[in-house]
């Protein structure tokens, strides 16, 4: 009798939130309920099996962008398609792909060691041994052939090399040693090139995703020895996709830059290896101790260096360019065919890609096939469903970038929304994107109910945010939190495009925290892999396209479109105050630093027998004038409010109306600015971008914020005219749209 108790329970839990939820956001009583029916149509098509059988063939072999294995795919996915109703193509670009021809790391003193730059097959992991591996490489190194002194900069920040400064150390000439982790792979070259180094090295320490963390493969889910993370190294944070075609589609006889022009191209080699290559080259290292929390988990000493260990690193590579194959298909909408609520996964890998990408586009296929099985019922959406799966994403975004800046005018005429999704796995609702989408996205995250514990995703989310979360008032803070809240969009997958580049809508959807590992961009991220400690039984990806399916068919059928600026509003009104504060603390530092450094502080508080070099004074930090940004925030308070008292009369009376609707979609193209942010032009939005020194860690704000962290005054107080003109903008412009 005991084991129906939570079955009962449920019930009454998901009768609870149903009788809760009686309205959706956009929709009015009536369309609500036709709605929710439509939802659980398409909830009772989900399979996990056919999510597990597409997962078996797409990650059945190798399939990197250019790749036969990849063109395989993208012609099963648009047959998939086809089979499931939607009219589907395949859409080509033609795009710089480096692959490795020559690839040697040795170490010539004070001992010799050869990399074996190689992750073995394993029997428990049947994919592992195949044919048409990429070998273990960064993308878009230089070539290069170096041999100099080795460096251990930790993990190759801008930080790090303050503390090298103060050590005396300097790395020009030398070649740098980097633990992967804390920032996108791409900074860490960038920042040891801006210091003067001539070669970088990555590797994988066991602290961060080894032995320390947990069994490793294929015992448990961690890193093993020989495990590698490919990945890119363009520098992203200038512009993603094709190097050759900034701002414009990649399309075959399209204008091209010359390859060495390219502004985002790295200039020295760098090469990811294991902590299996890693170790005899870090043991050889002379010089002082690192730093304590500079120490990894390998079982001895780490030292910095330089001196007598020396390496020589060569690396060659075909410049090749390769065809990019992006899968579009689409179900035209009844009522509002010109417009496009996009939905998109990438479909290219490093390997074999199980969870990277196939996990995300195994769910996304799911999705497309209940909706396929809808249409069979007679039923069509509002709104024209645009379901894609990118190539490329792996080395730059490619196949995203290409297809939006190839389309761009287009697409800011019709496009909704863009919702992305990428691995997926065991774990918690990770939800981010544009913030006038909280309220649509909070009632979904409130009627999915989680798999393994019977809640909705959202209590879920929130029990483990207030377990992990320190100190009483942080915790209290959350458990007092009633609705969800969307994270600021960074980047490092396919949504960039769309909403750094062409002010589109976007949401970035996915499940994680339970299922780590080591497997990440490795021969390892597996079918096997997965099935035995990402997501056995498929449950999460089920979950996932019932949160994204949702959000796709909210959005197609809505009779006026979700938008709520008032909690964009709320959001860019705390990053302001972020600012304020960020220029406070910094000028309080700088003056107390200062008098450290004058009173010769440094000269009798560090040890003397060891070397030590005093910073010097910095400049003071001056006071900025945030009131252009502070009014402009005051305005916008306004007409989000009385925009949302229209939104609220017209769901009441039934007005629906294309040209108010389309005013919503359209509204967050007035946070963009023509000029682009200080020395990245291509990313235009001022809000939300990824940073110059994080990569893939937003920064909200950027070009204030960056400007304040880099200590350019005079560009922060410029920046602050910037962001104030644009949401003054985008004030006036929903003051009018309440009259549509
Ligand atoms: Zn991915």
């Known amino acids: 009798m005991r084991k129906y108790i939570p079955t009962l329970l449920f019930l009454f839990i998901s009768q609870y939130l149903f009788a809760q939820t009686k309205t959706i956001i956009g929709f009015n009583e009536k369309n609500s309920e036709a709605q929710l029916s439509l939802e659980s149509l398409f909830d009772k098509n989900l399979s996990t099996k056919s999510i597990e059988e597409n997962m078996k063939i797409l990650s059945s072999k190798p399939h990197h962008i250019s790749s036969p294995g990849s063109k395989a795919n993208a012609e099963y996915v648009m047959n998939q398609f086809k089979k499931f109703g939607w009219d589907a193509q395949i859409e080509t670009f033609h795009i710089l792909f480096p692959t490795p021809k020559t690839r040697l790391l040795e170490m010539t003193s004070p001992t010799t060691y050869k990399a074996l730059l190689k992750e073995p097959a394993l029997k428990e992991d049947p994919t592992s041994d195949q044919e048409g591996q990429l070998p273990t490489y960064n993308a878009f190194s230089a070539d290069g052939d170096v041999t100099a002194e080795l460096v251990f900069v930790n993990y190759g920040l801008p930080d790090d090399y303050e503390v090298l ?100 191209l790295i200039k020295i080699p760098v090469l990811p ?30 030292h910095v260096g330089p001196g007598k260990t020396k390496v020589h690193l060569k690396l060659e590579f075909n410049w090749d360019i390769v065809p990019c194959y992006d899968v579009i298909a689409k179900i035209q909408g009844s009522k509002y065919p010109d417009e496009w609520v996009i939905r998109g996964n990438h479909q290219d890998a490093w390997v074999n890609g ?24 007679g039923w069509k959406p509002a709104r024209t469903l645009v379901y894609c799966a990118w190539d490329g994403e792996e080395p730059a975004l490619l196949g995203s970038t290409e297809w939006v800046e190839a389309h761009q005018k287009e697409l800011q005429q019709k496009a909704v929304l863009y919702i992305n999704s990428d691995g997926n796995e065991r774990g918690f609702l990770h939800a981010s994107g544009s913030h006038a989408l ?40 959350i458990l007092d939190e009633n609705e969800l809240k969307l994270g600021a969009m960074g980047s490092g997958s396919d949504y960039s495009s769309f909403i750094q580049h062409a002010g589109i809508p976007a949401l970035n959807l996915g499940f994680g925290g339970e299922g780590s590992g080591g497997e990440y961009h ?18 999460y990806e089920v979950a996932l396209a019932q949160v994204a399916g949702r959000a796709a068919l909210r959005m197609a059928n809505a009779d006026v479109l979700p938008f709520d600026f008032t909690h964009l509003y709320k959001t860019i009104n705390g990053y302001a105050d972020e600012l304020i504060d960020l220029l406070k603390n910094s000028r309080e530092l700088t003056q107390v630093e200062n008098q450290i450094i004058n009173s010769g502080g440094y000269k009798i508080g560090e040890d003397p027998t060891k070397n030590f070099v005093a910073p010097v004074a910095k400049e003071e930090v001056p006071y900025l004038d945030f009131s252009p940004l502070q009014n402009a925030l005051a305005d916008l308070k306004k007409s989000a409010d009385s925009l949302k008292v229209v939104f609220q009369n017209k769901i009441k009376n039934n007005m629906v109306s294309k040209n108010f609707n389309q005013s919503l979609y359209q509204a ?15 990313y235009k939005h001022t809000i939300y971008a990824p940073g110059f020194y994080t990569g893939y860690g937003v920064k909200t704000m950027p070009g204030i914020r960056e400007a304040i962290e880099q200590r350019e005054w005079k560009e922060a107080q410029e920046q602050i005219i910037v962001d104030a003109k644009a949401i003054m903008r985008l004030s006036d412009y929903l003051k009018k749209a309440q009259l549509k």
């Open 522 to 539: 490795s021969i390892y991220d597996s079918y096997y892999d997965f099935i035995t400690f990402k997501d056995p039984g498929f449950r």
């Open 273 to 302: 290896v294991s902590y299996h290559d890693a170790t005899p080259l870090l043991q050889a290292l002379g010089g002082p101790v690192v730093p304590d929390s500079w120490h990894g988990g390998l079982p001895f000493t780490y």
């Open 668 to 682: 967050e193209q007035q946070l963009l600015n023509e000029d682009g942010l200080p020395r990245r032009a291509w």
């Open 165 to 264: 400064d103060k050590m005396g150390i300097d790395v020009k000439g030398k070649i740098v040693i980097a633990k992967y982790g804390h920032s996108w792979r791409g900074t860490k070259p960038k920042v040891a090139q801006e210091h003067g180094a001539v070669g970088c090295i990555i590797y994988s320490d066991p602290a961060d995703d080894g032995y320390f963390r947990g069994d490793v493969y294929p015992k448990g889910a961690f890193k093993n020895e020989f495990g590698v993370q490919r990945g890119s190294v363009m520098d992203m944070v200038i512009y993603p996709g094709d190097p050759l075609t900034p701002g414009i589609g990649a399309t075959e006889d399209t204008k091209r830059l010359d390859r060495l022009k390219a502004p985002n």
């Open 354 to 377: 199980a969870a990277d990408p196939v996990s995300g586009l195994a769910t996304l296929l799911e999705e497309a096939r209940s909706i396929g099985a809808m249409l069979q019922t």
């Open 438 to 477: 909280e309220p649509l996205m909070d009632g979904i995250a409130k009627t999915v109910i989680d798999p393994q514990t019977n809640v909705s995703v959202f209590e879920r989310r929130k029990a483990r945010e207030a377990i992990t979360a320190s100190g009483a008032a942080t915790k209290k803070k």
